[in-house]
């Protein structure tokens, strides 16, 4: 599916709360064919043996589902993709499937997160040029990253001692991360990424 498909949803049009607004409105819970537990039981399977910081994949899952719902993220839309964002990314799960198993609005967001490309540049070049297409995938991507800075700040695959690989990939990444979701996440959730940011340096210029 290319990104293409998002242009309907035009930037300075859509904000989170409309989207959140327009679900509990048009779409009750027997509409939801797919539940938070199919899609927990469906990440699990195809992420099967694959490890986040030398523990099961589902650590990283459950946490940035944890963390969108610390924002208010609670909505089922949100809370499957949480669980499924890394799916297309990482396993051989395909948008095909997504969208017939859990709707159009889940394959949207995990779309949008979804890195495309031969490195890591180009991958993030691919997120970025959809989410300015499609920004109600922004608090996704955001709690996706704030996740991924608390492990590299402390991480469990080095006994809680920071991952200076990651930190300074992060901090490189700041500016253009920043200008990717600021106007779109809760302030309370751009005030965390703040603070990691912050930690970070810290941690940077001790090493």
């Not at 297309?88 to 017939?100: C, K």
């Not at 006994?159 to 200008?179: A, D, Q, V």
């Amino acid at each position: 599916m290319a990104a293409a498909e998002y242009r309907s949803c035009a930037r300075t049009a859509v904000k989170v709360s409309d989207f959140l607004t327009y679900r509990r409105s048009h779409v009750s819970n027997r509409d939801m064919t797919a539940t938070i537990q199919d899609a927990i039981a469906f990440a699990k399977d195809r992420h099967q043996t694959q490890k986040y910081a030398d523990q099961p994949y589902e650590f990283h899952l459950a946490r940035v589902a944890q963390k969108l719902s610390m924002y208010g993220f609670t909505d089922a839309i949100f809370q499957i993709a949480a669980w499924l964002h890394d799916t297309i990314e990482d396993t051989d799960t395909t948008l095909a499937e997504i969208r017939e198993r859990f709707g159009y609005d889940v394959n949207a967001l995990v779309w949008c997160v979804t890195g495309v490309g031969e490195n890591r540049k180009i991958r993030n070049q691919s997120i970025a040029e959809k989410l300015f297409l499609f920004p109600l995938a922004c608090p996704l991507k955001a709690a996706d990253r704030l996740v991924n800075h608390e492990t590299s700040i402390c991480d469990p695959g080095k006994h809680g001692e920071p991952s200076l690989k990651h930190i300074l990939m992060y901090l490189n990444e700041r500016t253009k991360f920043e200008g990717m979701v600021k106007d779109h996440i809760p302030p309370a959730m751009w005030e965390e990424l703040q603070r990691q940011y912050a930690r970070m340096e810290e941690i940077a210029k001790l090493n």
